[in-house]
């Protein structure tokens, strides 16, 4: 018996070894990265920002450009969505989705039934050419997930990475904070901005995160203070379109634009539709279902 020891010894040290690597070692050999042109203050830190923070898209006047709230995963909405808009816009003749420019405002993933669905079919609308997306604070948890899990650790809400590949991950990690369109004057971001602070200053966490303003700094706590953009109504130089407050639902003002109006929660996927007239419009479509209850007390109207 003992010296079959040594050989039981080994056997269950090399078996701990494994063991640890796959179920507790995922999310510690991970470098931790600090953003560049931006402020440092991030949620996540375990995967890099981009490369190039805060990206500048030209666009053409005299085509449509559309701007697309909140996605949550909610694959059959957008696609039906886009044919909304298509035929709204050119009255049912065969043009395909790249005769109108597209900016989506961040959350593709999480909460709804195919967000490894949306991830493929935006990509591959961005590697077209006629498509910007800025990146949410959901795109960052995935991301988060994506860095410190693997298929053993991995939360069930996430079990949709195992349809995505490394060119998906590579697209996640290249998305804006902000997307500025010069010819419009606007600025496009997940979910808000300081108005105190210079761009390469703003916080990449209150650029996805931040709901309101309290006690003159941003919060993600929608039950703190007010709204962000009473502030940036006041202070603002541009127009920011944004998502994230589903809470609030649709949201205008002279120069700030809110298009998270729920879809996830059951409620209806909503687009801005600028016109070469320089006229603008709504469109959207309703939920298919409830994917998820809202959390918390709703402020919208």
Not at 59 to 84: A, Y
Not at 126 to 131: L, M, P, Q, R
Not at 158 to 186: A, C, G, H, M
Request: charged share 25%; glycine share 8%; with cysteine.
């Amino acid at each position: 018996m003992r010296s079959e020891f040594p050989k039981i010894f080994a056997g269950v040290l090399a078996l701990t070894t494994v063991l640890y690597f796959f179920l507790f070692d995922a999310g510690t050999r991970v470098r931790t990265f600090f953003a560049k042109g931006t402020g440092q203050i991030r949620l996540f830190n375990h995967f890099p920002p981009p490369d190039e923070p805060h990206k500048t898209v030209h666009v053409d006047t005299d085509r449509p450009v559309v701007v697309i709230g909140d996605i949550h995963g909610c694959f059959d909405e957008f696609e039906e969505l886009l044919v909304k808009i298509k035929d709204e816009i050119y009255g049912g003749r065969p043009m395909e989705h790249s005769t109108f420019q597209l900016f989506l405002v961040g959350d593709l993933v999480n909460k709804g039934p195919k967000s490894a669905e949306v991830v493929k079919k935006v990509r591959a609308m961005v590697e077209s050419g006629s498509t910007h997306v800025v990146r949410g604070n959901h795109e960052e948890a995935l991301l988060e997930e994506w860095s410190t899990t693997n298929a053993l650790t991995r939360r069930s809400k996430y079990s949709y990475i195992s349809k995505l590949n490394s060119d998906d991950r590579l697209f996640l990690l290249q998305l804006p904070y902000t997307i500025s369109v010069p010819k419009l004057e606007w600025m496009i971001v997940h979910a808000g901005l300081d108005p105190q602070k210079s761009l390469e200053h703003q916080e990449p966490d209150y650029m996805v995160r931040m709901r309101n303003f309290n006690d003159n700094k941003p919060t993600h706590l929608i039950e703190k203070g007010e709204k962000w953009v009473i502030k940036w109504e006041k202070e603002g130089e541009f127009r920011v379109i944004f998502g994230h407050d589903a809470r609030r639902r649709l949201q205008q003002g002279n120069n700030y634009l809110g298009l998270d109006t729920g879809v996830v929660y059951g409620d209806r996927l909503t687009a801005l539709v600028r016109l070469p007239n320089g006229n603008e419009k709504f469109i959207s479509v309703p939920a298919k279902k409830a994917y998820e209850e809202v959390k918390g007390v709703m402020y919208h109207r």
